[in-house]
Each structure stands twice: as structure tokens, then as C-alpha cells.
């Protein structure tokens, strides 16, 4: 066995690899980019080596630098963990080349089954049913269009190079192939280096099923039976879970069976998945073969009682597998959620930003590579945090992960927290019935929502008992010579600014009037940056975060939203920070395409400009209907958050954004912001 590993990865699974390592004994030494130097990962590790800027192509993903630092560190072996140089044959053959052992399947397997095309030739050589489609090497669009029309709609077009959602398209409409293929072949020269494409037909509403396979180099294949990761947006898995609800015990055996066979057909050794979809009449087909560790495992190794990754490094120092599949045992169930910096109601767009405060919660499984300080920038993945759950039942499996998910603090950064909430409640996922249509049947995005009354008063108590913390007697904030006096807010919240009134009735218990509606509150605990407040008679728990900016990032009952205190801005300066028609990015990255010439008229969602940032497109849409005024930027330009790239004039525009009406009598401010007291 190794004496020391480097770890050539980052984040959450970096410190997972780091964890078993230990058990074992085994020393790691961490790689960071110059933006993570401090990362936790780096923190953890027995020792850390700086390999580039923070560009992944300078670092993570530059072999020649990786390479050195094994032999400046004395490493003897390289885990990928997943994504970057996981599936990579260069990188596997480069660690054989200097004499390490590349922890995962041979380089010969990750290139046969690293191309989607050569792989589906293989497994039906191999004799695993295949979904219908085109994978030949004539990548003209004259071609892909005729294979396109004799395959039929609904299609999907694919980056034959890759996986992760990455250069993947939907057509249902043949006068959208065109748009469609340059597009997927644009995104997968950035995420993949190729632009081959093959085309499939879209198969309507199955469940993708996929099964744990495990080799050794002594000849021995079995299966840790599956997970289903049928739960997914822009074709990434967002919560996933073993055994699936929709396998039975003569299914999980054909599916396993066809997943030893792929793997024995291509000399595998190592963890692989074998990926499937299933449809309702429990017939499967192959869609693609993962060949590292995916970032679902943690399911299967709570339901099996198996830490894959010491299984990985048994494999690799040429130890035989330590069971056979009569020996292979499921344990109840499990459900993994991904937790994400990024806005389920923008097209789950990622999101950057500091994580002012993290806390992960107890009493379920936590595989985090974050923690308070953290910078989420655009040059990697959003992902935060897994969270998984493990019970006697599915059910009991969904109710801890439910409690464990409110349980979570990660203020600074939008995240996808309550929709991941939002779908483990959801009645067909409770019945076991979700499909990879789920989230479009289910959950359309809510732009631009009202606030709460709750979000509201939580604010309102928060800014006041920060203006009265600068005063000379604080508990006099609320008190003038002729007796309680109420304070006036303007908030900007959800693009909208929001004018409300707070009077004191008596200590910590006040009234909050917005618009004609007022609500009693109470100010129950304020110690630290977790409060409690009662509303309508509710206790609510209150978790907050002041950013270097001073925004508010707030949380009540689940509810996230940031806020800003305009009340002493002039009235323009409160119309600029509540909403306008400024197209600004929402992080880093580089125009890739303009789709509208200034002085457009434009409807509201329709696309303006794409952003390319973590390796995908990402559309900047119409905030309203209205006039594309101005168009600030040119395809090729790096931006930056803040930059505005072009402004959309209202039709029927307003000198303030007023809020929706009929929402708890929410009503906009429209005039110079009055004097508190």
C-alpha cells in the first residue's frame, strides 16, 4: 500500500479522499491554485502544493505541473477523484510514464469509453441494448441534419467527448437543429477540447438508472447495485438515491449483469458506472460509462456499508477485491442532495460570491469543501456541499434529509437550497415516481418573487437594531421626548424597493406596517447572527450575514433573499439598486454571443447575450419588454460582475419599480426617503 497519494483535485472531494487516506494511514498532499491557496482542502491535507493561477487549464488541469508535483512531493500514486483530468487518458498514461500509479482504470478504457461515439460501438459489440442514434465520424451539419431527420424528434445532441450536461442539447423542433448543433458544438470545444457530436432520440420521461461497478487486476467484476439520478437541471443530477424506487430485485440483477459485461468487454479495472435509462416497462438502455468515481457514491456506500474510495486504493496497489457479489448487501436506503451556489429561479444560473457563513448540520452525512470565507468563483464548479441521508426507509431517508437541509446555514451566496427542499416534498417524489422530466413538469422558475411579510419584518428588525447599536444609548433608538416614534424603511428586495414603518409598542415587541397591512413582531433573541423573531404567532428562526458591501444576506424559515438599506439613497440612486433595465453578469466570464442589436424591441426572457463561465453557456435574458437602448459589450470581452453590458428601457417605464400589487399590501416607494424618527 501507498505511503503517499496526491490528490489531483479540489473541493468536496478532495477532502473525501483525504478522509479515507487517513484511515489508512496514508499521507496526501493537496494541489491548489493561486484562489485556493487557504481552501480547505489545502487546510486538510498533509501537505499542499501550489501548481498555477486559478484558471483550471494553468492548475488543475495542466498535467506537465501535476506531474512535478508528485516528484517534488515524494508521492507515489494520483487519485483524480472526478471531473478534470479524471477521465483523462493523457493525464493516466503521463503518472505511468514518471513511474506513479494512476488510481482509476487503465488509460486504454478511459479513451475507449471517454468518446460516447466509440463507446456505444463497444457496448453493442459487448451486446448491452443501446439507445437509437447516430455516432459516426462525418460531423458535417449536412450529415448530422439527414441522420437527425431519419432518427426523429424529440432529439438530443450530445458532445461525443464529454458528460456533466456539458455540450448537451434538446431539439424538438427541426428549424432549431441548426442554433442547436453550433451551440453544442461551441460549448463542447470549451468543456472537452472536441467538437464531435452524436445524435440520440430523446426518450420521453425515463429514469436514469446507473449501476456501481468494481474491478480488480486479478479478473474480478461485481456491481454494488444502483442509484437513481433521474432528479436533474441542464442534464446535471441534483439529488440522487439508492436502491431506486423503480428497481426490482430480477431488474437490479439484469442491470447488473449487463454492467459486469461492459466492463469485462473493455478490460476494466478500478470504480466505474455503467449509466441506463430506464423506462416504465423496466427496459434499459446504455447512454454512457463513467470511468472514476462519481460524485453520487456517498449513497451507494451507506446503503452497502463500503468505502469505495479504500477500495479504489486497494485496487491500485494490486490488492484482489475484498468480496464477491454473493457478498454484496443493501442496507436500507439513502438520498444524496447537491447542494449549489446558484438561483433555481434564473435557469439554475451559478452564482458567485464570499460564503459569509457556513454550518453544516448534524446527524446525517456531510461531504463539504467549503467552510466561512470561502470564495465561489467562476473559474469552478459551484458546488458546495453534498448533503446524504441514511434510513431504514426511503421515507425515513427523505424526512432526515428534509430536516437536515433546513438545518443548513450558507449565507453570501444564492443558493438552491430550498428547491432542493421543495422537491424532496413534492408528492411524485415521495411516491417514488420522478423521472429526468421532473423539474421542468414541476418547478417553473418564480422570477422576481414578492418578498414575505416574514423576510420583510426580519429585515426591518435587523437594520434597526444595527442603527441602534451605533448610538450612544441604544436603548433609547425608539424613544423622542414625546414618546415612541416609529422609523422609516425603504428595502430593496427582489428588484422591487419596498417602503415599511416600524414603531415600538413595548420592549422588543413592535408594530410593522407596509403599505395598508401591518403585523405585530417580536424581537425574541438577537444574540450572534442567529435570531428569533415572532410573526403572526410563529417563533421563526432568523440566520443572517452583512456582506463588505452591507447588504443583508437573510434566511427565514428556509426564504433567502438580500437585501439593501436605501432608505438615506436618493430616490434614483434606490431605483438603480432595486431593479432596472441594466443587463449586468452575474459573474465572470466571456461573451460568447450577442442576439440583438441595440434599439431592438425585446419581450421579456427572450435571450440577449450568452455568457460562457464553469464551462457552460449561460443566456442573459430581457428583464422586461421594452427597447434594447444600449449594447455595452462585443463577443470575445472578459467581464466582470457589475459591468453593464446593455440597458433595456421599459415600454411603459417608471421613474421607480413599483411592487406587485395584492401581496400582503406591499407597496413601492415613490418618493425622497423620509427622515427616520
Same mark, same amino acid.
Given at each position: 500500500?501507498?505511503?503517499?497519494?496526491?490528490?489531483?483535485?479540489?473541493?468536496?472531494?478532495?477532502?473525501?479522499?483525504?478522509?479515507?487516506?487517513?484511515?489508512?494511514?496514508?499521507?496526501?498532499?493537496?494541489?491548489?491554485?493561486?484562489?485556493?491557496?487557504?481552501?480547505?482542502?489545502?487546510?486538510?491535507?498533509?501537505?499542499?502544493?501550489?501548481?498555477?493561477?486559478?484558471?483550471?487549464?494553468?492548475?488543475?488541469?495542466?498535467?506537465?505541473?501535476?506531474?512535478?508535483?508528485?516528484?517534488?512531493?515524494?508521492?507515489?500514486?494520483?487519485?483524480?477523484?472526478? *471531473?478534470?483530468?479524471?477521465?483523462?487518458?493523457?493525464?493516466?498514461?503521463?503518472?505511468?510514464?514518471? *513511474?506513479?500509479?494512476?488510481?482509476?482504470?487503465?488509460?486504454?478504457?478511459?479513451?475507449?469509453?471517454?468518446?460516447?461515439?466509440?463507446?456505444?460501438?463497444?457496448?453493442?459489440?459487448?451486446?448491452?441494448?443501446?439507445?437509437?442514434?447516430?455516432?459516426?465520424?462525418?460531423?458535417?451539419?449536412?450529415?448530422?441534419?439527414?441522420?437527425?431527420?431519419?432518427?426523429?424528434?424529440?432529439?438530443?445532441?450530445?458532445?461525443?467527448?464529454?458528460?456533466?450536461?456539458?455540450?448537451?442539447?434538446?431539439?424538438?423542433?427541426?428549424?432549431?437543429?441548426?442554433?442547436?448543433?453550433?451551440?453544442?458544438?461551441?460549448?463542447?470545444?470549451?468543456?472537452?477540447?472536441?467538437?464531435?457530436?452524436?445524435?440520440?432520440?430523446?426518450?420521453?420521461?425515463?429514469?436514469?438508472?446507473?449501476?456501481?461497478?468494481?474491478?480488480?487486476?486479478?479478473?474480478?467484476?461485481?456491481?454494488?447495485?444502483?442509484?437513481?439520478?433521474?432528479?436533474?437541471?441542464?442534464?446535471?443530477?441534483?439529488?440522487?438515491?439508492?436502491?431506486?424506487?423503480?428497481?426490482?430485485?430480477?431488474?437490479?440483477?439484469?442491470?447488473?449483469?449487463?454492467?459486469?459485461?461492459?466492463?469485462?468487454?473493455?478490460?476494466?479495472?478500478?470504480?466505474?458506472?455503467?449509466?441506463?435509462?430506464?423506462?416504465?416497462?423496466?427496459?434499459?438502455?446504455?447512454?454512457?460509462?463513467?470511468?472514476?468515481?462519481?460524485?453520487?457514491?456517498?449513497?451507494?456506500?451507506?446503503?452497502?456499508?463500503?468505502?469505495?474510495?479504500?477500495?479504489?486504493?486497494?485496487?491500485?496497489?494490486?490488492?484482489?477485491?475484498?468480496?464477491?457479489?454473493?457478498?454484496?448487501?443493501?442496507?436500507?436506503?439513502?438520498?444524496?442532495?447537491?447542494?449549489?451556489?446558484?438561483?433555481?429561479?434564473?435557469?439554475?444560473?451559478?452564482?458567485?460570491?464570499?460564503?459569509?457563513?457556513?454550518?453544516?448540520?448534524?446527524?446525517?452525512?456531510?461531504?463539504?469543501?467549503?467552510?466561512?470565507?470561502?470564495?465561489?468563483?467562476?473559474?469552478?464548479?459551484?458546488?458546495?456541499?453534498?448533503?446524504?441521508?441514511?434510513?431504514?426507509?426511503?421515507?425515513?431517508?427523505?424526512?432526515?434529509?428534509?430536516?437536515?437541509?433546513?438545518?443548513?446555514?450558507?449565507?453570501?451566496?444564492?443558493?438552491?437550497?430550498?428547491?432542493?427542499?421543495?422537491?424532496?416534498?413534492?408528492?411524485?417524489?415521495?411516491?417514488?415516481?420522478?423521472?429526468?422530466?421532473?423539474?421542468?413538469?414541476?418547478?417553473?422558475?418564480?422570477?422576481?418573487?414578492?418578498?414575505?411579510?416574514?423576510?420583510?419584518?426580519?429585515?426591518?428588525?435587523?437594520?434597526?437594531?444595527?442603527?441602534?447599536?451605533?448610538?450612544?444609548?441604544?436603548?433609547?433608538?425608539?424613544?423622542?421626548?414625546?414618546?415612541?416614534?416609529?422609523?422609516?424603511?425603504?428595502?430593496?428586495?427582489?428588484?422591487?424597493?419596498?417602503?415599511?414603518?416600524?414603531?415600538?409598542?413595548?420592549?422588543?415587541?413592535?408594530?410593522?406596517?407596509? *403599505?395598508?397591512?401591518?403585523?405585530?413582531?417580536?424581537?425574541?433573541?438577537?444574540?450572534?447572527?442567529?435570531?428569533?423573531?415572532?410573526?403572526?404567532?410563529?417563533?421563526?428562526?432568523?440566520?443572517?450575514?452583512?456582506?463588505?458591501?452591507?447588504?443583508?444576506?437573510?434566511?427565514?424559515?428556509?426564504?433567502?433573499?438580500?437585501?439593501?438599506?436605501?432608505?438615506?439613497?436618493?430616490?434614483?440612486?434606490?431605483?438603480?439598486?432595486?431593479?432596472?433595465?441594466?443587463?449586468?453578469?452575474?459573474?465572470?466570464?466571456?461573451?460568447?454571443?450577442?442576439?440583438?442589436?441595440?434599439?431592438?424591441?425585446?419581450?421579456?426572457?427572450?435571450?440577449?447575450?450568452?455568457?460562457?463561465?464553469?464551462?457552460?453557456?449561460?443566456?442573459?435574458?430581457?428583464?422586461?419588454?421594452?427597447?434594447?437602448?444600449?449594447?455595452?459589450?462585443?463577443?470575445?470581452?472578459?467581464?466582470?460582475? *457589475?459591468?453593464?453590458?446593455?440597458?433595456?428601457?421599459?415600454?411603459?417605464?417608471?421613474?421607480?419599480?413599483?411592487?406587485?400589487?395584492?401581496?400582503?399590501?406591499?407597496?413601492?416607494?415613490?418618493?425622497?426617503?423620509?427622515?427616520?424618527?
Amino acid at each position: 500500500m501507498f505511503s503517499k497519494i496526491l490528490i489531483a483535485n479540489r473541493g468536496e472531494i478532495a477532502c473525501r479522499v483525504i478522509r479515507s487516506c487517513r484511515a489508512r494511514g496514508i499521507r496526501t498532499v493537496a494541489v491548489v491554485s493561486d484562489a485556493e491557496r487557504h481552501a480547505l482542502h489545502a487546510r486538510l491535507a498533509d501537505e499542499a502544493f501550489e501548481i498555477g493561477a486559478a484558471p483550471p487549464r494553468e492548475s488543475y488541469l495542466n498535467i506537465e505541473r501535476l506531474i512535478a508535483a508528485c516528484q517534488a512531493t515524494g508521492a507515489q500514486a494520483v487519485h483524480p477523484g472526478y *471531473g478534470f483530468l479524471s477521465e483523462n487518458a493523457e493525464f493516466a498514461e503521463a503518472c505511468t510514464r514518471a *513511474g506513479l500509479v494512476f488510481i482509476g482504470p487503465p488509460a486504454e478504457a478511459i479513451r475507449l469509453m471517454g468518446n460516447k461515439a466509440e463507446a456505444k460501438r463497444r457496448m453493442r459489440e459487448a451486446g448491452v441494448p443501446c439507445i437509437p442514434g447516430y455516432d459516426g465520424t462525418d460531423q458535417s451539419d449536412a450529415t448530422l441534419a439527414r441522420e437527425a431527420e431519419k432518427i426523429g424528434l424529440p432529439l438530443m445532441i450530445k458532445a461525443a467527448a464529454g458528460g456533466g450536461g456539458r455540450g448537451m442539447r434538446r431539439v424538438t423542433d427541426f428549424a432549431d437543429l441548426p442554433a442547436a448543433l453550433a451551440s453544442a458544438r461551441s460549448e463542447a470545444l470549451s468543456a472537452f477540447g472536441s467538437g464531435e457530436l452524436i445524435l440520440e432520440y430523446a426518450l420521453t420521461a425515463p429514469r436514469h438508472v446507473e449501476i456501481q461497478v468494481f474491478a480488480d487486476t486479478q479478473g474480478n467484476v461485481i456491481h454494488l447495485g444502483e442509484r437513481d439520478c433521474s432528479i436533474q437541471r441542464r442534464h446535471q443530477k441534483v439529488i440522487e438515491e439508492a436502491p431506486s424506487p423503480a428497481v426490482t430485485p430480477a431488474l437490479r440483477a439484469r442491470m447488473g449483469e449487463a454492467a459486469v459485461r461492459a466492463a469485462r468487454a473493455i478490460g476494466y479495472v478500478g470504480a466505474g458506472t455503467i449509466e441506463f435509462l430506464l423506462d416504465s416497462e423496466g427496459d434499459f438502455v446504455f447512454m454512457e460509462m463513467n470511468t472514476r468515481l462519481q460524485v453520487e457514491h456517498p449513497v451507494t456506500e451507506l446503503i452497502t456499508g463500503l468505502d469505495l474510495v479504500d477500495l479504489q486504493l486497494r485496487v491500485a496497489a494490486g490488492e484482489p477485491l475484498p468480496l464477491e457479489q454473493k457478498d454484496v448487501r443493501l442496507d436500507g436506503h439513502a438520498i444524496e442532495a447537491r447542494l449549489y451556489a446558484e438561483n433555481p429561479d434564473s435557469g439554475f444560473l451559478p452564482q458567485t460570491g464570499t460564503l459569509l457563513r457556513w454550518q453544516a448540520p448534524a446527524g446525517v452525512r456531510v461531504d463539504a469543501g467549503v467552510d466561512s470565507g470561502t470564495e465561489i468563483t467562476s473559474h469552478y464548479d459551484p458546488l458546495l456541499a453534498k448533503i446524504i441521508a441514511h434510513g431504514a426507509t426511503r421515507d425515513e431517508a427523505r424526512q432526515k434529509l428534509i430536516a437536515a437541509l433546513r438545518d443548513t446555514t450558507a449565507l453570501g451566496v444564492t443558493t438552491n437550497k430550498a428547491f432542493l427542499v421543495g422537491c424532496l416534498e413534492h408528492p411524485e417524489f415521495f411516491a417514488g415516481r420522478a423521472t429526468t422530466d421532473f423539474i421542468a413538469a414541476h418547478f417553473a422558475p418564480q422570477a422576481d418573487a414578492d418578498p414575505s411579510s416574514e423576510l420583510l419584518a426580519a429585515a426591518a428588525l435587523i437594520f434597526a437594531q444595527k442603527s441602534a447599536a451605533r448610538l450612544p444609548q441604544p436603548e433609547l433608538a425608539f424613544w423622542r421626548s414625546s414618546g415612541t416614534a416609529t422609523t422609516h424603511f425603504t428595502l430593496g428586495i427582489n428588484n422591487r424597493a419596498v417602503s415599511l414603518r416600524l414603531t415600538l409598542v413595548e420592549s422588543r415587541r413592535f408594530e410593522l406596517a407596509v *403599505g395598508e397591512t401591518s403585523n405585530k413582531i417580536e424581537l425574541i433573541d438577537c444574540a450572534g447572527d442567529t435570531w428569533r423573531i415572532g410573526f403572526a404567532g410563529l417563533q421563526l428562526t432568523v440566520r443572517h450575514a452583512f456582506d463588505a458591501a452591507g447588504r443583508l444576506h437573510l434566511e427565514v424559515d428556509g426564504a433567502q433573499a438580500v437585501v439593501t438599506d436605501l432608505t438615506m439613497q436618493p430616490a434614483q440612486a434606490r431605483e438603480t439598486s432595486a431593479g432596472s433595465g441594466r443587463l449586468t453578469p452575474p459573474m465572470n466570464g466571456r461573451i460568447v454571443a450577442v442576439l440583438a442589436e441595440a434599439g431592438a424591441q425585446v419581450k421579456r426572457g427572450q435571450g440577449l447575450i450568452v455568457l460562457e463561465s464553469m464551462k457552460m453557456e449561460h443566456t442573459l435574458a430581457a428583464p422586461c419588454d421594452g427597447v434594447l437602448a444600449e449594447l455595452t459589450c462585443a463577443v470575445g470581452e472578459q467581464v466582470a460582475p *457589475g459591468k453593464t453590458l446593455g440597458t433595456v428601457i421599459p415600454a411603459n417605464a417608471t421613474p421607480v419599480i413599483p411592487a406587485k400589487a395584492g401581496i400582503q399590501g406591499l407597496t413601492a416607494d415613490t418618493g425622497s426617503p423620509p427622515s427616520r424618527g
